[in-house]
């Protein structure tokens, strides 16, 4: 029994850790496509400190979500390890960003353009956005040809959720 019970709670840490990554991967990629479109009124060291703040801001706010859930539905604060466990999840959010705050410390040292790093961050945030969507629907047992309509259909989402924040922006 307790081996079962490690093992849903690895399945469920695991869940929540690619959950907040996604939350986390869709903010930045929100956060690189509108300094994208103001790249003429900014400095890579503002970019990259937005970036770094809006990643540490969607951390923080999972992290007090899971308390806040954990405290409405056990109706009791959790445990040292239970926050434990909530901080090395919320932790998973902000490796998310790690590639594109690289790029864009590069940037700030003159190593890049800013311009070219935003785009490189963006382009990296999509693509892990459909590696993690592909992997997902590769996990399924379904035919092929629903796996790919699965994927065509988070496509969509995902671009719909792109759009949404693009229009919260203004852009």
């Known amino acids: 029994m307790a081996r079962r019970e490690r093992t ?48 540490v801001a969607i951390t923080a706010a999972g992290f007090v979500a899971d308390i806040v859930t954990y405290l409405a539905v056990h109706s009791a604060f959790p445990t040292r390890e239970i926050v434990a466990e909530m901080g090395r999840v919320a932790g998973t959010a902000i490796a998310s960003a790690g590639v594109p705050l690289i790029l864009l410390a590069l940037a700030a040292f003159g190593v890049f353009e800013l311009e070219g790093a935003l785009r490189a961050a963006s382009i990296v945030y999509l693509v892990t956005l459909g ?26 989402l995902g671009l719909a959720v792109v759009v949404l924040q693009q229009l919260a922006h203004g852009h």
Do not use: M
């Open 8 to 55: 849903q709670k690895s399945a469920d840490e695991l869940a929540d850790s690619l959950k907040e990554r996604v939350y986390a991967t869709f903010t930045g990629l929100a956060i690189v496509l509108v300094q994208q479109s103001n790249v003429e009124h900014l400095t890579a060291g503002r970019a990259l400190a937005t970036l770094f703040v809006g990643i």
């Open 131 to 156: 590696v993690i969507g592909y992997l997902a629907v590769r996990r399924t047992r379904l035919a092929w040809w629903k796996q790919l309509a699965g994927l065509g259909g988070l496509v969509a």
